[in-house]
């Protein structure tokens, strides 16, 4: 059974910074893709981050490139996103998704597994 769960999340100040993690169970990430997604209150879920396990390349969004990046730890089946700099209107749930694609995307429809979201806050 494929599960995917994020840890990491919190309370942060303003300009801090947080790792998130997302580990994978029922499947090894060779071959697949994992995104890191994230929806605010009243907002639509935003795409932020892939990666393509196969090689490593990545996908940023723009609203984030330059302060949040994406790694992947295959012994440990995990996926981390690295968020620097962070600013109130960061506020979301984060959630990883994962999906055995070759090409990475930031679209939701383009993502099979999810995992529950872990909550980050951003406030002084």
């Known amino acids: 059974q494929v599960q995917l769960v994020e840890s990491g999340g919190g309370l942060v100040q303003p300009g801090g910074s947080l790792r998130l993690s997302c580990a994978a169970s029922g499947f090894t990430l060779d071959n697949y893709i994992i995104g890191w997604f994230r929806q605010a209150p009243g907002k639509e879920r935003e795409g932020l981050l892939c990666?393509?396990?196969?090689?490593?390349?990545?996908l940023v969004a723009d609203s984030v490139a330059g302060r949040f990046s994406i790694s992947r730890d295959d012994a440990k089946n995990t996926v981390y996103l690295q968020m620097n700099s962070l600013k109130p209107e960061d506020r979301s749930v984060y959630y990883c998704?994962?999906?055995?694609?070759?090409?990475?995307?930031?679209?939701?429809?383009?993502?099979?597994?999810w995992g529950q979201g872990t909550q980050v806050t951003v406030s002084s």
């Open positions: 990666i393509r396990s196969s090689d490593g390349s990545t």
């Open positions: 998704a994962a999906d055995a694609d070759y090409y990475c995307s930031r679209y939701e429809r383009d993502y099979k597994y």
